[in-house]
Each structure stands twice: as C-alpha cells, then as structure tokens.
C-alpha cells in the first residue's frame, strides 16, 4: 500500500500527498513535509559520512600548510 511505502522510506511525501495525510490524520499539512525533509537530510548526512571518511581535517591542513 501506499501508506506502508511511505512508512518504509520507499515514497516520499510530495505536498499533494501531505495535504491529503494533513486531512486524514487532522494534522497541518506543513507537519508532513518537514518529516519529509528531515528524512532527506538525514539520508543525505549518511550517506556524505561514509564518503568523507577517507579525508582527515588535520591531514588536509598538513598538506595545505
């Protein structure tokens, strides 16, 4: 279902369908797409992590200086 897609990250909550979650559970519409967005920080934030891994703030700054 639509809703269990939502629940397991494999849909993202656009503003149409915000509006209609904002209906159903009486909650402002806004409410929904701020978890949406945080959600994509979030995913966004973990997924930089595993990349920047490799780079050392103080190695940088040995080779630069």
């Known amino acids: ?7 397991r990250g494999r849909r ?3 503003t149409e369908l915000a509006f209609k979650l904002g209906l159903i ?10 978890i949406q967005s945080k959600n994509d920080l ?3 934030t ?6 920047n891994n490799r ?3 103080e ?3 040995k ?3």
């Open 1 to 7: 279902s639509n809703l269990s897609s939502i629940i």
């Open 42 to 44: 979030l995913r966004i």
């Open 59 to 61: 190695d940088l700054l």
């Open 63 to 65: 080779k630069v200086g």
């Open 46 to 51: 973990d997924e930089k992590k595993i990349g």
């Open 55 to 57: 780079y050392n703030l």
């Open 25 to 34: 559970f009486n909650l402002n519409p806004n409410s929904w797409l701020l």
């Open 12 to 14: 993202k909550i656009n």
